[in-house]
């Protein structure tokens, strides 16, 4: 296949991705947000076989195992940190994207870190916030158009969200 037939075919793998991410951020439901966010992790790896990404690939297969862990409630401090060094050392050592893989493994270790010491809802979302906007400056670099999208609209959504909190708190 050609490069324009697998961004077509990684496009539509992302925005079955897509759909996961939007119902993870709509279910209030613990234990689906985090079920949601494995398999919208495992699409947009699949995704990344299509765009020839190796360290969106690498670092989403780790993000869907960080995400197990904390379903699981197994995600202590000794594992957050090894998931930490894991995406950056194995996220680096495949990383064909430049400086758009650094964004993804940044952000996959950002939300390893928000995942384990945020504790409030407003850390949480701020930290959603961080990761989304990391995530859609790499989607944007591998031609995922339907990614970027969705990334741009969570963005606005999490903003708007945090200013709600933020209005309720005064």
Do not use: H, P
Not at 65 to 70: D, K
Not at 139 to 151: E, G, P
């Amino acid at each position: 296949m050609n490069t324009i037939q697998l961004t077509v075919i990684g496009n539509i793998i992302s925005f079955a991705a897509a759909v996961f991410l939007f119902a993870g951020g709509w279910t209030k439901d613990r234990d689906r947000t985090f079920i949601y966010q494995i398999c919208e992790s495992l699409l947009l790896c699949a995704a990344n076989v299509c765009f020839r990404s190796w360290a969106g690939i690498t670092t989403l297969l780790l993000a869907a195992s960080r995400n197990y862990m904390v379903l699981k409630y197994r995600y202590t401090k000794k594992v957050m940190w090894f998931f930490v060094a894991l995406t950056i050392a194995a996220g680096l050592a495949v990383n064909n994207v430049g400086i758009a893989g650094v964004f993804g493994i940044a952000a996959t270790v950002e939300l390893a870190l928000v995942n384990y010491y945020a504790k409030t809802l407003f850390g949480q979302k701020a930290g959603l916030l961080v990761n989304t906007a990391l995530w859609l400056l790499y989607d944007i670099r591998v031609l995922d158009i339907s990614s970027a999208t969705a990334q741009a609209i969570m963005c606005v959504l999490t903003a708007t969200a945090m200013a709600r909190l933020k209005g309720k708190a005064k």
